[in-house]
């Protein structure tokens, strides 16, 4: 569906986004992160045609952003971080004037329009000033003039900025509905909201690609080091650390805080690629420890991320 190779924009001497390859399959919901800066609202607006790209190449279903972009421009649907609405409109004056600049008349207009009032949850609101509306219902009504052409593919940059967990929430839920039929890239910087929205997390840092995959590889993926916490009853704390440190694969003990009773806390790092769960609990239960906590440590996105952008 969207090919992207060496993509790259510079700003006078600013390099903004650097070599960037993407393939991107038809109905895939793509989250786009990385920190303030990072070149995700530039790599969005050169995919739009929005911004010429200093270097590489974009092609969306085989046409070439340089030669065909008002052909693409017919296949994208395209949200900004800020709506570009008229406060002084109604919705449904809003919702009309947009159906008529895409050429879109009579019962294709009405059907469209009705569509969309379903789709974006603007019942209810048709006849209000778009002005008098919250910030969440403002990002429906933007995600319907987005979505007014009926584009394969949808492009929204942070669609959830400023809203509260509600809206939040509301708007996950239509761009999941909308991934269904279409393909959708958007970026965000809420990653709980990417984790539990896209297929596939690509993460940007200082306009490069530094990971792309699966949301579940990501958070599984092969050598990262990973942690068990251990509370232990009726054990020496050297004692314990020396005994697990034994075990193949732990590369660490370390001893926790106390919390002011008799457990003894542990955390025990080891590489992803090995789990030595089983030979922990053996090792325990050859004693006369008692084991109340035995946890391992899950990543998140938001770990991840950090790892992967952190300025060393």
Same mark, same amino acid.
């Given at each position: ?23 991107? &399959?038809? +109905? ?8 303030? *800066? ?13 911004? &010429?790209?200093?270097a590489? &190449? ?14 693409? /421009?017919q296949?994208? *649907?395209? @949200? $900004? ?5 008229? $406060? ?6 809003y ?6 600049? =895409?050429?879109?008349? +009579?019962?294709?207009?009405?059907? =469209?329009?009705? =569509? ?6 603007? &019942?209810?609101?048709?006849? /209000?000033?778009i +002005?008098?509306?919250? /910030?969440?219902? /403002? ?9 007014? #052409?009926? $584009? ?14 509600? %809206? ?38 200082? +306009? =490069?690609?530094?990971a ?8 599984? #993926?092969?050598g990262? #080091? %990973? ?8 054990a ?8 697990l ?24 790092t080891?590489?992803? #690629?090995?789990d ?24 998140? @996105? ?10 060393n």
């Amino acid at each position: 569906m969207i090919q992207v190779e060496g993509l790259t924009k510079y700003y006078d001497d600013l390099c903004a986004v650097d070599r960037i390859d993407l393939d991107i &399959q038809k +109905g895939e919901i793509i989250g786009l992160l990385g920190p303030n *800066g990072a070149g995700k609202t530039t790599t969005l607006r050169m995919l739009t045609g929005y911004f &010429q790209p200093t270097a590489g &190449q974009v092609r969306i279903k085989d046409l070439d952003v340089r030669d065909d972009m008002v052909a693409i /421009k017919q296949l994208i *649907g395209y @949200l $900004p971080e800020s709506a570009p609405l008229y $406060p002084g409109m109604l919705v449904y004056d809003y919702l009309d004037y947009v159906a008529n600049i =895409r050429n879109l008349t +009579g019962d294709a207009k009405t059907g =469209r329009i009705e =569509r969309l009032v379903t789709l974006c949850g603007l &019942q209810g609101i048709m006849h /209000k000033t778009i +002005g008098e509306l919250s /910030k969440g219902l /403002k990002q429906r009504v933007g995600l319907a003039h987005a979505m007014m #052409s009926d $584009p394969e593919i949808l492009i929204l940059d942070e669609p959830t900025s400023g809203l509260d967990p509600n %809206q939040i929430v509301e708007i996950r839920d239509i761009i999941r509905e909308i991934g269904r039929e279409k393909t959708v890239i958007l970026s965000t910087h809420i990653l709980s909201e990417a984790e539990a929205t896209c297929d596939r997390i690509v993460i940007i840092h200082k +306009g =490069r690609i530094v990971a792309d995959d699966r949301t579940e590889n990501l958070k599984h #993926s092969g050598g990262q #080091s %990973q942690r068990i916490h251990l509370g232990l009853q009726n054990a020496d704390p050297e004692t314990a650390r020396a005994t697990l440190t034994g075990i193949d694969g732990i590369t660490a003990v370390d001893i926790r805080p106390a919390n002011g009773n008799a457990t003894v806390n542990l955390a025990l790092t080891f590489r992803g #690629s090995q789990d030595p769960r089983p030979d922990v609990y053996a090792a325990v239960k050859a004693t006369d420890w008692i084991m109340v906590e035995f946890v391992q440590q899950t990543k998140n @996105l938001e770990t991840i991320f950090r790892e992967l952008t952190k300025e060393n």
